[in-house]
T-cell receptor, first 115, second 113 residues
Framework: KAGVTQTPRYLIKTRGQQVTLSCSPISGHRSVSWYQQTPGQGLQFLFEYFSETQRNKGNFPGRFSGRQFSNSRSEMNVSTLELGDSALYLC??????????????FGPGTRLTVT | DQQVKQNSPSLSVQEGRISILNCDYTNSMFDYFLWYKKYPAEGPTFLISISSIKDKNEDGRFTVFLNKSAKHLSLHIVPSQPGDSAVYFCAASANSGYSTLTFGKGTMLLVSP
């Protein structure tokens, strides 16, 4: 099976712009979660989608949003970018739907740099 | 408020010896714990997990121990190999019905030949 893919791998944006990141989960996985990794904060949970519905959301401002499509692919959008949004954004897909106990499989991440 | 803590930012071990990575948690609702390994420029890779109904789980060179009363878990790697050098993240999940993981900040393990 192909793993989790994320596009683009690297991105440079200017403060105030918006950005959309894409994630394709492992075939058959219906859960997609997004995490932000920064050197100071480690991995922080952004949100999780299951069957096109947001099931849970982390403690991030409303500038961070996401969605999931019927084929389980997910996108994450950040509007009005700030310098502090520079981070590695990781997408993870989970198993067939058993909630709460899935091992999550991570993509390689998108490295976003905001200048 | 950090619910999952890895108090050692780094650990150095010689090849062949045991590596012990520690993790503490504060949320008593956590009942499933996982360890991930991460190389630079790659996403975390799932290593091993343990449910709160167990106190030990073993997979090859990797063993995870859980002490629920102390809210502490540890990952043992025996014997350590240079290829084990990476950042190790401890993560926890609560029985909330959601696939949400709370991660520690990671411990960088360096295994020297």
């Amino acid at each position: 099976k192909a793993g989790v893919t994320q596009t683009p791998r690297y991105l440079i944006k200017t403060r105030g712009q918006q950005v959309t990141l894409s994630c394709s989960p492992i075939s058959g996985h219906r859960s997609v979660s997004w995490y932000q990794q920064t050197p100071g904060q480690g991995l922080q949970f952004l949100f999780e989608y299951f069957s096109e519905t947001q099931r849970n959301k982390g403690n991030f401002p409303g500038r961070f949003s996401g969605r999931q499509f019927s084929n389980s692919r997910s996108e994450m959008n950040v509007s009005t970018l700030e310098l502090g949004d520079s981070a590695l954004y990781l997408c993870a897909s989970g198993g067939q739907g058993a909630p709460g106990y899935d091992e999550q499989y991570f993509g390689p991440g998108t490295r976003l740099t905001v200048t | 408020d950090q619910q999952v803590k890895q108090n050692s930012p780094s650990l150095s071990v010689q090849e062949g010896r045991i590596s012990i990575l520690n993790c503490d948690y504060t949320n008593s609702m956590f009942d499933y714990f996982l360890w991930y390994k991460k190389y630079p420029a790659e996403g975390p890779t799932f290593l091993i997990s343990i449910s709160s109904i167990k106190d030990k789980n073993e997979d090859g060179r990797f063993t995870v121990f859980l002490n629920k009363s102390a809210k502490h878990l540890s990952l043992h790697i025996v014997p350590s190999q240079p290829g084990d050098s990476a950042v190790y993240f401890c993560a926890a999940s609560a029985n909330s019905g959601y696939s949400t993981l709370t991660f520690g900040k990671g411990t960088m393990l360096l295994v020297s030949p």
